[in-house]
T-cell receptor
Framework: QKEVEQNSGPLSVPEGAIASLNCTYS??????FFWYRQYSGKSPELIMS????GDKEDGRFTAQLNKASQYVSLLIRDSQPSDSATYLC??????????FGSGTKLNVKP | GAGVSQSPSNKVTEKGKDVELRCDPI?????LYWYRQSLGQGLEFLIY????????KSGLPSDRFSAERTGGSVSTLTIQRTQQEDSAVYLC???????????FGPGTRLLVL
């Protein structure tokens, strides 16, 4: 079992719809959780960070964390074609290690 | 302010040669991370520095890989006797402290022929 798991996709949604991206992790002791967006050929850039159970909203983005279920998700409301990218979930599993999922590719169709 | 910078941006080398990849983190960031990303794959965590110290080097793929950080700033990732499977994008990131938001550099694209 990988430390961080994501569905590789592609996830296709129409413009204006809600895109839901999911991530599960293996270590119950994990404290910090991040969602990064990576356009093709570019470096990852931070979308959201979340540290506590519940929801955290920032504009069109909402991160949801459920530590009991070891689950973190990212919702993108009013999806735009410019949101088309690969979304990476990242978790610090151990004090000295930081793990990324393999990413979910999102396609937003005009 | 300036972001994370990496050099070279591209490196083509022959199998068996040594290469050095450089990372210049954001000024004042104490934590520095190295990752490797193969084509179409996720990020593979290699090593983390807090200041000049790397608490755990077990993420390095083999003993051909080494990394150091001097003066709490610039870091160098060295790959000795490169192999074709080392071909990847090597990404460096820095954060103000461990566990905080990581800011990534543009990466070094390494191709081993």
């Amino acid at each position: 079992q990988k430390e961080v798991e994501q569905n590789s996709g592609p996830l296709s949604v129409p413009e204006g719809a809600i895109a839901s991206l999911n991530c599960t992790y293996s270590d119950r002791g994990s404290q910090s959780f991040f969602w990064y967006r990576q356009y093709s050929g570019k470096s990852p850039e931070l979308i959201m960070s979340i540290y506590s159970n519940g929801d955290k909203e920032d504009g069109r983005f909402t991160a949801q964390l459920n530590k009991a279920s070891q689950y973190v998700s990212l919702l993108i409301r009013d999806s735009q074609p410019s949101d088309s990218a690969t979304y990476l979930c990242a978790v610090n599993i151990e004090f000295n290690k930081f793990y990324f999922g393999s990413g979910t590719k999102l396609n937003v169709k005009p | 302010g300036a972001g994370v910078s990496q050099s070279p941006s591209n490196k083509v080398t022959e199998k068996g040669k040594d290469v050095e990849l450089r990372c210049d983190p954001i000024s004042g960031h104490t934590a520095l991370y190295w990752y490797r990303q193969s084509l179409g794959q996720g990020l593979e965590f290699l090593i983390y520095f807090q200041g000049n110290s790397a608490p755990d080097k077990s993420g390095l793929p083999s003993d051909r890989f080494s990394a150091e950080r001097t003066g709490g700033s610039v870091s160098t990732l060295t790959i000795q006797r490169t192999q074709q499977e080392d071909s990847a994008v090597y990404l460096c990131a820095s954060s103000s402290n461990w566990g905080e938001t990581q800011y990534f550099g543009p990466g070094t694209r390494l191709l081993v022929l």
